[in-house]
């Protein structure tokens, strides 16, 4: 049986990983920082283990003796100039001390579960070969992703075997704190607008299977980036707008209007220190057109990126409504999910 060591495992991602794994005949060890909810992680069969990216004695007890897998999932996604300290620290550091012990350890493979992120933001669709260009600090999730890939990569120099995955926009079940806040807002009629920026969507099951793949198939030392269906955050809202039965958005809020608003958020989080809905971070990344093309995934890992988009947000609906946290008593819901 081979057996997975995971970081981010009481996360969305991390829980569709585990899932995939298990069914696949897996034995996992999920890792957690103490306090955090491990209640789904252990639900779904992972075995827990205490420990910290950023404390080396704890992952040395963490991570087993040449274990055959190291996916390292966990992420600090931070969009907000407070919070950039530790987010190098969690990032960055953190993946350099894991990334060390993997390869004291000898372990078989680590897989990084990088982002698009670390390629900055680009005029056209982005692949493997166009230049990581998140060299900005002030977009401190950009800045540290592409940083974590290098801290890697000085480990591969040393000997250690390890591929990137880069995925776009992740939708699917387990997810409460990400996409899901739009079906959050939307419920409760508090949707302030609809930015004018494009992504690309996949599907958090096709990620998780990717990543398995990258541990069986993938080159070491290279980049994969894993796509799916390219939409408009207005198409997008709209969609999950129709899947809760409510109005569906028919225009966008001004680029211009949604930057100050960050601006202006900014700069009252001063005074109160807590982190704004809306940052000069997060209004720069839901302007923009951020897409890409999974065509080396496709052919070397067997990625599947054309899950369609409206089947993505009906899994992450009927998860949240499964778990209690969406209302799912309006009519057209009803009818939808009995259908």
């Not at 290098?150 to 880069?166: C, H, M, S, T």
Request: charged share 25%; proline share 4%; with cysteine.
């Amino acid at each position: 049986m081979k057996h997975a060591f995971i970081t981010g495992g009481t996360g969305f991602l991390g829980a569709n990983l585990i899932e995939q794994l298990l069914s696949e005949g897996w034995r996992v060890t999920a890792m957690h920082r103490q306090g955090s909810d491990t209640r789904l992680a252990e639900s779904l069969g992972a075995e827990l283990v205490p420990g910290s990216l950023n404390d080396m004695d704890s992952l040395h007890r963490a991570v087993p003796e040449g274990i055959d897998a190291v996916f390292h999932v966990a992420a600090n996604t931070s969009m907000w100039r407070g919070g950039r300290e530790q987010q190098w620290r969690d990032n960055v550091e953190g993946s350099a001390n894991l990334a060390r012990v993997a390869r004291e350890k000898k372990v078989g493979r680590m897989v990084v579960t990088s982002s698009i992120s670390a390629y900055g933001y680009q005029k056209r669709p982005i692949d493997e070969q166009s230049p990581q260009l998140a060299d900005d600090p002030r977009y401190g999730y950009l800045y540290t992703k592409k940083r974590a890939e290098l801290a890697v990569r000085k480990e591969i120099e040393r000997g250690l075997d390890a591929v990137f995955l880069n995925p776009c926009a992740i939708v699917g079940k387990y997810d409460t704190s990400s996409w899901a806040q739009t079906f959050f807002l939307i419920q409760d009629d508090q949707l302030p607008g609809v930015p004018p920026g494009n992504g690309s969507f996949c599907h958090a099951a096709e990620v998780a299977k990717a990543h398995i793949a990258a541990y069986e198939k993938g080159r070491s030392g290279e980049n994969y980036i894993l796509a799916g269906i390219d939409a408009s955050f207005l198409e997008f809202f709209s969609e999950i707008a129709r899947l809760l039965g409510k109005p569906v958005p028919e225009r966008t809020t001004p680029a211009a209007v949604i930057h100050l608003v960050g601006q202006l958020s900014d700069l009252f989080s001063r005074v109160t220190g807590k982190e704004p809905r809306i940052t000069p971070e997060k209004a720069a990344l839901i302007t923009r057109r951020v897409t890409a093309n999974c065509d080396k995934a496709r052919r070397e890992l067997g990625y599947r990126g054309d899950v369609p988009l409206e089947r993505m947000l009906r899994e992450s609906r009927d998860w949240l409504i499964g778990q209690g946290l969406l209302q799912g008593n309006q009519k057209e819901v009803a009818k939808e999910i009995s259908a």
